[in-house]
């Protein structure tokens, strides 16, 4: 006899569908969160390797940066050292070319500025195009050359050295006692500033609202940089002596300028700012007519007592000829004289690449009508009445046909990847008041302390003095200044 299984009632079997159909509920809605998880770690991933790889990326950029900065300030270091080798080379190249300027007229030839040239004289040093061209010029093969060039893709440099004592001398009244350096710094000034077509110039009231004749503009300058406590009243009629207006004020304090006079010496160009008067305007006129161009500069504060004429720019020596010269001289007066001998000066500059004055006496005559040789007919050619001089003698003083002091502009290049270039600049001025010349450049010829005579004093007799004078009696020059950019 068979037994059948009892028949389940309906009620079981509707709680066990609804069963099976929840679990199948529950299922299908825990389908798929595996795949958020899993795009959510994606998504968390990517952004942290996102952020690694720019972090990493950018400490890499300021790396390299940082590397080719270095690589660029040392090549414009050894531009630098290069250009201070050639300016202390220049007696050697003076001598060499003698016989040819004597041939000229020229007995006694003048300081030759080498300096001019010194990106084509330094090729064979730089960047391997800078070195292909110097040898195709000067038919000379570089590849028998030693310790030359720089290499494929090593970077380049540019420099440029421009002549201090070719401007107006800004310090030129912060020696103390120096009366007449004072005198003769103001009637610079003015000789720089007297021209009729700026009075609109001086007319007008200042960044500061102050109105600033060009007396108080000289004197503010004299009052910034001397040791004392007294006002300068700037007066181009006392050229030999130094006037007195009185204590000196609280003029910065007042205006609300956060400092007072420094009644010391300018430090930088760029200190001159900060002197009343020269706001934009005057500073564009003046001072640096073009930014891009530190020749054609027209004061300074590194220059020495004198200015030398063979590489003045035209409107240093226009305003160094109308200082010395008496009132009313046509040149000073007459702008179209004055526009006359600005680009006459420019050209001969740019057409005669050697000295045009041999001496200041040779200056002095010419700028009277006298005189022989290339300034002269530079002089004729630009067709100017001859200049009446208060004092040849007094002027012959302010002037000189060598310099010692120089800036030298170097920038060093270094290209990257991607068309990336770093630049880095270096500013240096270098002093060759005390230099000795090397013997090795003159055959025959022996070392020399700055005052002219053989130091063979052993180190342990030698006095402090004659310990400082030979340790400045470099070659080669002082650096007085520096500044990386």
């Known amino acids: ?58 400490e890499l950029s300021s790396a390299l940066v940082e590397r080719d900065t270095m690589r660029g300030e040392y090549l414009a270091r050894s531009a630098i050292n290069l250009s201070r080798m050639l300016i202390a080379a220049e007696p050697t190249i003076r001598q060499t070319i003698a016989p040819m300027l004597q041939l000229m007229g020229m007995k006694s030839p003048p300081q030759i500025p080498i300096w001019e040239f010194s990106d ?19 038919g000379l093969d570089q590849s028998t050359g030693k310790n030359m060039g720089l290499g494929v893709g090593a970077g380049s440099f540019t420099v440029r050295i421009v002549d201090e004592e070719s401007k107006i001398n800004a310090n030129a009244a912060a020696k103390p006692g120096d009366i007449l350096s004072r005198g003769r710094f103001g009637a610079q000034m003015f000789g720089l500033l007297g021209p009729p077509q700026y009075n609109e110039m001086f007319e007008q009231q200042d ?13 503010a300058v004299v009052d910034w940089s001397d040791m004392d406590e007294e006002l300068y009243a700037c007066d181009p009629t006392m050229a030999q ?11 910065y304090q007042l205006i609300g300028m956060p400092y007072r006079r420094k009644n010391t010496a300018f430090d930088s160009l760029e200190e001159l700012r900060q002197v009343r008067g020269f706001n934009d305007d005057f500073w564009a006129t003046f001072v640096d007519p073009d930014p891009t161009d530190p020749k054609s500069r027209v004061m300074t504060v590194w220059g020495g007592a004198t200015v030398n004429v063979n590489t003045a720019n035209a409107q240093t020596l226009l305003a160094l000829i109308c200082a010395n010269s008496v009132p009313d001289t046509q040149l000073c007066i007459d702008p179209i004289q004055q526009a006359t001998f600005l680009a006459m000066v420019s050209m001969a500059r740019t057409a005669i690449p050697i000295p045009i004055f041999t001496s200041p006496k040779n200056f002095t005559a ?14 004729e050619m630009m067709g100017l009445t001859p200049v009446v001089l208060k004092s040849a003698a007094d002027t012959q003083k302010q002037v000189s046909t060598g310099s010692k002091m120089f800036s030298i502009y170097a920038e060093g290049l270094v290209p990257g990847p991607n068309k990336r270039e770093t630049r880095t600049r270096v500013h240096a001025v270098v002093d060759f008041r005390f230099a000795a010349v090397p013997a090795e450049f003159i055959p025959g010829m022996q070392p020399t302390n700055p005052q002219g005579s053989a130091n063979t004093q052993a180190a342990s007799q030698m006095t402090p003095e004659a310990a400082a004078a030979l340790l400045q009696s470099n070659p080669a020059g002082n650096v007085v200044y520096w500044r990386l950019e």
Do not use: H
């Open 1 to 58: 006899m068979t037994c059948l299984p009892r028949p389940q009632s309906e009620r079981v079997r509707r709680k066990r569908a609804t069963a099976v159909l929840r679990k199948l509920r529950q299922r299908r809605q825990r389908r798929g969160v595996a795949l958020i998880m899993v795009l959510g770690a994606i998504t968390v991933l990517t952004v942290f390797l996102t952020e690694l790889q720019e972090e990493t990326s950018s």
């Open 120 to 138: 084509m004289v330094l090729a064979p040093f730089n960047d391997e195009a800078s070195a292909m061209a110097f040898g195709a010029v000067a």
């Open 207 to 219: 960044a500061d609202g102050q109105y600033s004749d060009r007396a108080t503009i000289c004197g």
């Open 241 to 251: 002596a130094a006037g007195s207006a009185g204590a000196e004020d609280s003029f």
């Open 366 to 379: 010419i700028v009277q009508g006298k005189g022989n040789g290339i300034g002269k007919m530079v002089w």
